[in-house]
């Protein structure tokens, strides 16, 4: 009995310290070299990686998402990494997200992307104090708003065209 209770424990120790050494160590490391990055926490599973990042106000989300992404893929193996952005925003950031949403949605399904920026210029243009910028790579598109000290960023995957036979 002492065995197997031994073996056990050396077995999960094991695991949970490659885990934390082999995995969630170095990703940490590479999101504290990044600029913009204000709090980080990660967590691993056995087929993906969590990775929550608190941007602060000068944050550029485009460059941060893909330079965490392109660092660190050996460090992460054949997992999959899930970013997930903890955007405080406010009430108002929100409200004019909503009025935006539809045309949003529909450039992502139309695939029409061109149109997402000079719609989120419409939007800047009509709101004082309102400062959105916009990016997009093969796999993501990048939006982030910012107003009185206050920022809320969204990141919308990009789907490719899948052609029929």
């Keep these: 009995m002492m065995t197997i209770v031994v073996s056990a424990g050396l077995l999960f120790g094991g695991w ?3 885990q934390s050494f082999a995995v969630e160590n170095p990703v940490i490391n590479i999101v504290r070299d990044l600029d913009g ?8 599973g ?3 990686l969590q990775v929550r990042l608190t941007l602060d106000q000068q944050a550029d989300l485009a ?3 893909r330079t965490l992404i392109d660092r660190s893929k050996a460090e992460i193996g054949g997992r999959t990494m899930n970013i997930d952005i903890v955007s405080e925003g406010s009430a108002a950031l929100d409200q004019l997200w909503s009025t935006v949403l539809f045309d949003i949605a529909e450039a992502m ?3 029409s992307y061109g149109d997402i920026p ?3 210029r419409e939007l800047e243009q009509a709101n004082d104090q309102l400062r959105v910028t916009t ?4 796999q993501h598109v990048y939006i982030t708003l910012r107003s009185e000290g206050q920022s809320k960023y969204v990141v919308l995957p990009r789907t490719p065209i899948r052609m029929g036979v």
Excluded: G
């Design 37 to 44: 990055v204000a709090e980080a926490q990660v967590e691993s």
């Design 118 to 120: 000079e719609r989120m």
């Design 16 to 18: 949970f310290a490659y």
């Design 135 to 138: 990016a997009m790579d093969e």
């Design 109 to 111: 399904e139309t695939r």
């Design 46 to 48: 056995r087929q993906s």
């Design 63 to 65: 460059a941060i998402y």
